[in-house]
């Protein structure tokens, strides 16, 4: 088998899927981010509900924009179970070395969340 990593981009964010040439169902479930740091991290994809718990784990939940997969939210260990509004899927990274490593990757991994901007309706009146 072949696998190729997708390496590009190295900008802080999304990182791609993980590139298998001979294996496309390991695309759709490994893919990648990169931290604040310059970091990369390999995370396997999970449905919304479907996550196994994991103590040593940081979980990104993800949302699909046209731009791309966004971080809207992020937890450290067995936490990641629950999801915020408007989350797609969810994205987990396995962390050892325990607690110091665990909270090192969330630090830079959640520094990744975008937040939307609150909407400000503007009432027009006719001319």
């Known amino acids: 088998m072949t696998i190729e990593l997708n390496i590009q981009n190295l900008e802080p964010g999304y990182a791609g899927p993980l590139q298998a040439a001979r294996d496309p169902a390991l695309a759709r479930k490994f893919h990648f981010w990169r931290g604040m740091s310059g970091q990369r991290y390999a995370c396997t994809r999970f449905p919304v509900g479907g996550v196994p718990a994991y103590e040593d784990a940081v979980a990104l939940f993800v949302r699909h924009t046209p731009q791309g997969p966004a971080v809207i939210g992020a937890a450290p260990g067995h936490r990641a179970s629950a999801a915020p509004h408007g989350t797609d899927e969810i994205h987990i990274h396995l ?21 939307t901007p609150a909407l400000h309706f503007i009432n027009r009146r006719a001319a």
């Open 95 to 115: 962390v050892n070395g325990g607690v110091e490593n665990l909270m090192e990757a969330y630090r830079d991994l959640s520094a990744l969340m975008e937040f």
